[in-house]
C-alpha cells in the first residue's frame, strides 16, 4: 500500500491540476447503408443532449455537441485529471443530392449520436421484375 500512495503522490508532483481549454474532438462514425435510407452512428461520450447541434447547409451536414464541465466543490480541490471534461466534438460531412433532406432524423442515446440520411424515391435500388416469354 505504501508504494501506491508513494506513486500517487509522484503523480500529484508532477502533473498539477489546472484549468483546462476546450478541446476539439473529431468523433469516430459508422455509416451503413441500406436499401432506404443511410445510418450515420457518431460516438460522442458524456456530450450533453442539450447541447447537440445538427445543421444542414446545401450539401453539408455538421454535426457538433459538447460535454458538460465538471466543477470541484468549495471544500475540495481537484488534485489529479488526466480525462479532460470540456470537449467539443463536431464532424462535416457532404450529402449526395440523392438524401431526402426534409426526412432527416437523429437520436442521441449512450453516448452515440444516430442520424438517419433517408434516400429519396428516385435514389433508392428497386427490384425489376423479369417475365418469361414463351
Known amino acids: 500500500m505504501a508504494v501506491a500512495s508513494k506513486e500517487l503522490e509522484k503523480v500529484k508532483e508532477s502533473t ?6 476546450v478541446r476539439r474532438v473529431i468523433p469516430d462514425v459508422d455509416i451503413i447503408e441500406y436499401p432506404s435510407e443511410f445510418v450515420l452512428y457518431a460516438d460522442m ?5 442539450k447541447t447537440i447541434d ?3 447547409e446545401k450539401n453539408l451536414i455538421n454535426i457538433r455537441g459538447m460535454t458538460g464541465s465538471f466543477s470541484v ?3 475540495f480541490r481537484l488534485s ?3 480525462y479532460p471534461m470540456n470537449r467539443v466534438y463536431e464532424r ?7 438524401i431526402d ?4 432524423k437523429a437520436s442521441f442515446h449512450h453516448g452515440v449520436l444516430k442520424v438517419v440520411l433517408p434516400k429519396s424515391e428516385k435514389a433508392r435500388t428497386k427490384k425489376i421484375e423479369v417475365i418469361a416469354e414463351s
Do not use: M, Q, Y
Not at 461520450?45 to 443532449?49: I, L, S
Not at 433532406?101 to 432527416?104: C, G, L, S
Open 16 to 21: 498539477p491540476a489546472k484549468k483546462e481549454a
Open 92 to 98: 462535416r460531412f457532404t450529402i449526395s443530392d440523392e
Open 101 to 104: 433532406r426534409d426526412n432527416i
Open 80 to 82: 489529479h485529471r488526466e
Open 73 to 75: 466543490p468549495e471544500s
Open 45 to 49: 461520450p458524456n456530450v450533453d443532449e
Open 54 to 56: 445538427i445543421t444542414l
